[in-house]
């Protein structure tokens, strides 16, 4: 029977360091001369094998972004945004393009309701071994009301959110970098820390590789819905277009911003 469930090893998470919510707690991130395993380096962007491999059957690595504890991603120079979204990016193809793993992930949590444990700003690139996450992903929950389309990109808000509620997507072509991607990003996530109708704090962003284009899911993090949970059925709200309208009007009311 083909794995369907990752499995959690205890006996590492418990030793997991936590500085979301312990303030108290020392940033193992900004300590960068005890940092070992380095994969690459560029400048302050860090790739390295995570210390806490948790999860057993595969291969975990830690993306730090920046070396500024405090730093979020809605506020990067875009410059900045666009050579970390790069380095994310192809470090993740790449080692999808090896072969060893059933699929590869890349993704971030940020903020309390996260997942997240460690509060310095960083993604995470996984290796799995015998799962393959597109078998769990319909094209349906990456369609949705258009907000923007630009230079091949385009912003959406779901309409048949995978979890439920509110879930932003933003795709481009595989074959190169587009900035409108990282654009589009760093306005949607700031919207949602600054100007969603609900107090946010924390989100997650799931990238996806599928049909030869690279899909990244925002997802606005809340308790998660008990229907969810229990039956696995999303929920839609009925306010999606006046949402859409909301965040267009907010940031990309000019014609010729991306």
Partial sequence: MKNSHLHFDTSIGVKKPESIRNKQQACPFCAREELTDLIEVDGPIILLKNKYPVLENAYQTVLIETDDCHGELSTYELPYLHKLLQFAL?????????????????????????????????????????INYKEGIAEEVFEGIVIKEKNGVRLTLSTKPKVGFYEFNIDMEDSSYNETFGVQLQKSVHYILNNFPFKASSYNLFFHHYNRRIYVKIVPRFVTTPLYIGYGIPQVPNNLHWMADDIKSKYFSDSGSA
């Fill in 90 to 130: 192809r470090n993740w193809l790449e080692l999808d393009r090896t072969g060893k793993y059933e699929s590869v992930i890349l993704f971030k949590n940020y903020g309390p309701l996260s997942g997240g444990t460690i509060a310095h700003p960083h993604m995470q690139i996984i290796g799995l071994n015998d």
